[in-house]
């Protein structure tokens, strides 16, 4: 049952409603007979709650234990496992990959006590797995006007004919979004990385009625709701800048989209665009606008945003370098200007700013990723036309980043001084709710880590990333999950014990009833370790939380991505007889069923031909690899024809090229 509107809930709540400070607690009092994952345990173990993957980081905090205090993985049978020993507050288990799924427990030995962890899971591509389907779910169903397009001109509720009805707020496409959320973005990046898992996902029960077109019955969920957010912004005509940056990931993502969007739908999309990218009016369907600017996309922008999150930095590279592919698609003469628009803009990031100011970083909040996701999709995607110093910039964040996550949790602060972000300007509160940053940081670490290569740099990258889903999944001060209901069968995360203190009842977005809502995150005061602080700071739902987490999501599978062929000797394949039989071997998150058999499918392209589909299939349960044999003879490969082997699409495409003789 449903609590009322912001009442705390469940052990960890001793009494403090949320917005209401707590005087930290300097050393938080320890019971020796609390639950598994309580932090007041005498001798607590904070982590996953839900599960770790095959071969990522699995880490834990310790907060009590001493340096050199044993712990132990023990399986439900109480079966050791792995050992091994607690380091400055974090144990290790990194190296443990088990073949079963657990459950299993992390019991650390010391002077404080002995203290078990909450069991979890370990298992093939494990968060992507219990995240996918609830990120769908919650882009479903905290649409407009519940997947009615129709106005309502009265009725309680109605804020005012030029926003429409309640249940949109201010937005225009999904229920309390802004100009700056996103959700089309991440949405379409999700589908490229990893089309075969989203094509799999349906809601049964969407409601998609107003539109100008209907989409075909087998349109997977993810199609379904780009269309849906590309009709709303055409419909409204809008005119601000990063609105009509969503416009543009539509237009780039379309050759994958034209099976299931009529053409008529990208044709008005693109004519809106091409019109409109250059103008500097932004009058329409904009708010939360505190930082002063144009709409005009070519123009090179030197503002900065303020914590909200409504401008932040390096917001415009990528979507002019999708708009320049666009452009060069339809021929058009003006396609340079696109390309010289990001180059501009990133060479100004690049010589201005400050990656040690956490201004420019972790004060943009949910809006962060865009910076260093832009800047190393056009270093990976235009190596010869991207401004020099790049990968110079990505390293100095980096070096930052590490800095400041050297701390018990693996946790980026703020700053040297401050673990979250301050209050800032449209914010309301002394403490606000960072979620969307938490869930959104593993995007730009990733990606960091992709473009760094073989620095040691891109290890410690990835370990902070995964750090920071940890910290969604319980590993903080609070010992819990994000979500208010991660603990539900129907809205939750596979082995979530723990959810939020409490969730927002009837805010801007009416969300708190969505699956895998994301409703808080710990505050400042409860790091480093003040678990007694209870319910601080603000608590509240948001979608720009949640489309941060898609970005995270996408940029995890494009991290674990990876295609090979090799030959029947089991070596790659470079030239081969072009009647002879390939293996096709993907590494891709498509374990959407722990216990059964997973299917995939990755394109095969011989020379400049079109691709054709082959289906790759699960090595067995719980395994990470998914394999094909392709017989080259039903390719039809010529003498000296290249054939290329890829899954994914755009700047997240993976491939490989061999060469057919004979």
């Not at 380091?87 to 990194?94: I, P, S």
């Not at 949109?168 to 990385?193: F, H, N, P």
């Not at 972790?362 to 790049?390: C, M, N, W």
């Amino acid at each position: 049952m449903k609590v009322p509107a912001l009442v705390t809930v469940g052990v960890l709540c001793l009494g403090a409603l949320p917005g209401t400070a707590v005087a930290a607690t300097a050393e938080p009092s320890a019971v020796s007979s609390l639950a598994p994952g309580d932090p007041r345990a005498a001798q607590p173990v904070l982590l996953n709650q839900s599960g770790f993957g095959l071969g990522e980081p699995k880490r834990f905090t310790a907060p009590r234990a001493e340096d050199g205090a044993a712990f132990t993985v023990s399986d439900a049978s109480g079966k050791v496992r792995y050992r091994g020993e607690v380091a400055d507050g974090v144990g290790d288990f990194t190296a443990f990959d088990p073949r079963d799924n657990g459950d299993f427990v992390v019991t650390v030995n010391g002077a404080t006590g002995v203290g078990p962890s909450v069991p979890f899971g370990i298992g093939a591509y494990w968060i992507d797995r219990v995240s996918y389907r609830r990120a769908i779910e919650f882009m479903s169903g905290s649409r407009c006007y519940f997947g009615d397009l129709t106005r309502k001109k009265d009725g309680p509720g109605l804020i005012s004919d030029e926003y429409g009805h309640r249940e949109c707020m201010k937005a225009v496409t999904w229920r309390d979004g802004a100009q700056y959320s996103k959700e089309i973005q991440t949405l379409v990046d999700l589908y490229l990385a990893n089309p075969s898992a989203f094509e799999q996902i349906t809601v049964d029960d969407a409601i998609y009625t107003g539109l100008p077109v209907t989409l075909p019955d087998d349109t997977p969920e993810i199609v379904r709701l780009i269309h849906w957010g590309v009709e709303l912004l055409l419909e409204a005509d809008v005119s601000d800048p990063q609105l009509k940056e969503q416009l543009a990931a539509f237009l780039y993502a379309y050759p994958q989209l034209d099976g299931y969007i009529p053409a008529d739908v990208y044709q008005r999309a693109r004519d809106h665009l091409f019109a409109a990218w250059g103008d500097p009016a932004r009058d329409r369907y904009y708010w939360q606008a505190f930082t002063p600017h144009t709409g005009d996309l070519f123009q090179t922008y030197t503002q900065v945003g303020t914590g909200k999150g409504e401008l932040a930095p390096g917001h415009s590279v990528w979507p002019n370098l999708m708009m320049y592919e666009v452009a060069q698609r339809e021929g058009r003469d003006d396609a340079q200007r696109y390309l010289r628009a990001a180059y501009e803009q990133a060479a100004w990031l690049i010589e201005n700013l400050d990656v040690d100011d956490p201004r420019t970083t972790k004060g943009q909040r949910q809006s962060e990723h865009v910076l260093i996701t832009g800047l190393v999709q056009f270093a990976e995607t235009y190596p010869d036309r991207a401004p020099e110093g790049i990968e110079d910039f990505v390293r100095d964040w980096a070096q930052t980043v590490t800095r400041r996550s050297d701390n018990l949790w693996d946790f980026r602060r703020y700053s040297d001084d401050r673990w979250t972000i301050p209050a800032f300007t449209g914010g309301g509160a002394d403490d606000p709710n960072e979620t969307g940053n938490v869930a959104g940081f593993p995007a730009p670490a990733l990606a960091a880590a992709r473009l760094l290569g073989d620095d040691p740099l891109a290890g410690r990258l990835r370990e902070i990333a995964a750090a920071h889903v940890d910290d969604i999944f319980g590993r903080n001060p609070t010992g819990r999950h994000a979500s208010y209901d991660a603990p539900s069968d129907e809205a939750g995360f596979e082995g979530v014990e723990h959810g939020w203190f409490s969730e927002y009842r009837g805010g801007a977005g009416l969300l708190e009833n969505l699956p895998g809502v994301l409703d808080g995150s710990p505050k400042n005061g409860h790091y480093p370790f003040n678990p007694d602080q209870g319910n601080i700071g603000h608590t509240e739902g948001w979608v720009a939380f949640n489309s941060s987490w898609n970005a995270s999501l996408a940029w995890r599978a494009a991290d674990q991505t990876g295609i090979e062929v090799r030959t029947r000797g089991g070596g790659p394949a470079r030239v081969v007889p072009r009647h002879a039989k390939v293996t096709v071997e993907l590494t891709a998150p498509l374990n959407l069923d722990a216990d059964s058999v997973d299917r995939g499918s990755v394109e095969v392209r011989v020379g400049g031909r079109p691709a054709v589909p082959l289906t790759v299939t699960q090595t067995g349960p719980n395994a990470r690899t998914f394999r094909a044999t392709l017989d080259l003879s039903t390719v039809d490969a010529g003498h000296g024809d290249k054939i290329t082997v890829s899954y994914g699409h755009g700047s997240f495409a993976v491939s490989f090229t061999f060469t057919a003789v004979g």
